[in-house]
């Protein structure tokens, strides 16, 4: 399918300019000059495998009480205590591990996750499996075959997990044993990026961003549509400028849930009517992350906002970043946090957007953003370094 062969292109010609291998462009690209406020404290730092190295694997760590879990392309999931960083447990979720240095081992392709919920943890991947580990010693529950790539970490609610898949279909599966209970199907263009949206599970109801820029309520007993809004409107005569993906996860505060689209808007939309109550010109396919009565989000170009929840109203900009091909933003104590291509994590004055630190980690790169867990910030590398990251 042309959506398939040529998803990653897409992606590299029109979003990202961290694709780019010419070293003429890398030496124009140059980070902002700053003295720092303070020098990051690291608690420890611990390897998981060889992460994701180039590959397109969203795969966010994620926490448990005292236990930070997260996976590697390849098939290995590891547990380890937030405190210390001492591993818990580990495993390999790979159908087929060689034995002998001249075989070849199967790779899991593992692509979307970590979600934990209903005791145990839940990973999708390019082969078309979502795999279910118990929670507290990695042994796997389940595996089940689903129609389409699992690119996005699965969401969990109302006594199901819900995954968002490649082909165009959401499914919902039987936490214990991986059951298929529903299917809802999405129109797919012919043209889009690599990405998908993870659902969110609120107030009875699965919110998933659909490739053809809309955004869908689905019933989170039986898989009916609810109501299906649009957050971005194919234009233009190419099929480039005709990318309108919401590949975000939608946020939902109160009444309101957000959402963005790549050549669309950033929106607030009524939770139970889907009608849109305000909208502004932003293009990501980064998530948002909201602390208080504020949205921060990275837009497509790298610029960074902070605007009001409630109005829209833009508060701050820092562009100083633009090309660096950034995660989405983390809010963390009186920070919002950032990582880039070239492993830096970027500390921002919530306030007011001021660049106050920078931090230089695992040279190959941040591609998922950082997590925050009991006053520590997480984070994980290309190439798979997992650290505990005091806030400040």
Not at 324 to 330: C, D, G, K, Q, R
């Given at each position: 399918m042309k959506k398939l062969t040529m998803a990653g292109l897409a992606l590299c010609a029109v979003a990202l300019t961290g694709c780019s291998s010419n070293d003429e462009d890398k030496e124009e690209l140059k980070l902002p000059e700053i003295v720092n406020q303070f020098e990051a404290d690291i608690v420890w730092q611990e390897s998981v495998a060889d992460g994701v190295e180039h590959y397109f694997s969203r795969l966010t760590p994620t926490a448990y009480q005292d236990t930070i879990y997260a996976a590697a392309r390849e098939g290995q999931v590891t547990a380890f205590d937030a405190q210390t960083g001492k591993e818990k447990w580990r495993v390999d979720v790979r159908k087929n591990v060689a034995f002998w240095p001249w075989e070849d081992s199967d790779s899991a392709k593992l692509s979307g996750g970590i979600t934990q919920a209903f005791g145990k943890l839940y990973i999708g991947s390019e082969h078309g499996e979502v795999i279910a580990l118990d929670r507290e010693n990695g042994e796997i529950v389940w595996r089940k075959s689903v129609p389409g790539e699992a690119l996005s970490a699965p969401a969990a609610g109302d006594g199901l997990v819900y995954v968002n898949l490649g082909s165009g279909k959401l499914v919902a599966l039987h936490p214990d044993t991986g059951e298929e209970r529903w299917r809802y199907e999405q129109e797919v263009p012919a043209l889009t990026l690599r990405g998908l949206s993870s659902p969110t599970s609120a107030n009875g109801g699965v919110l998933v961003g659909e490739e053809s820029g809309k955004l869908t309520?689905?019933?989170?007993?039986?898989?009916?549509?609810?109501w299906s809004t649009d957050v971005a409107l194919a234009k233009g005569a190419s099929e480039f400028e005709r990318l309108v993906d919401v590949d975000t996860k939608p946020l939902v505060s109160g009444a309101y849930i957000y959402s963005i689209a790549y050549n669309g808007k950033l929106v607030a939309i009524d939770v139970r009517s889907g009608n849109v109550v305000w909208d502004r010109e932003y293009s990501s396919y980064r998530d948002l992350s909201l602390d208080l009565d504020t949205i921060y989000l990275v837009d497509s170009d790298g610029v960074l906002y902070a605007?009001?929840?409630?109005?829209?109203?833009?508060?701050?900009?820092?562009?100083?970043?633009?090309?660096?091909?950034?995660?989405?933003?983390?809010?963390?104590?009186?920070?919002?946090?950032?990582?880039?291509?070239?492993?830096?994590?970027?500390?921002?004055?919530?306030?007011?957007?001021?660049?106050v630190s920078r931090t230089e980690m695992d040279s190959s790169g941040f591609y998922i953003e950082p997590i925050v867990v009991d006053g520590k910030l997480y984070t994980y590398t290309r190439d798979g370094e997992l650290s505990a990251v005091q806030i400040p």
């Open positions: 309520a689905v019933i989170a007993e039986n898989g009916f549509t609810a605007l009001d929840k409630n109005t829209g109203i833009e508060r701050w900009t820092q562009s100083s970043l633009r090309g660096w091909y950034l995660t989405a933003p983390t809010a963390a104590g009186d920070y919002v946090v950032v990582g880039d291509q070239e492993g830096n994590l970027h500390w921002l004055n919530k306030a007011n957007g001021e660049l």
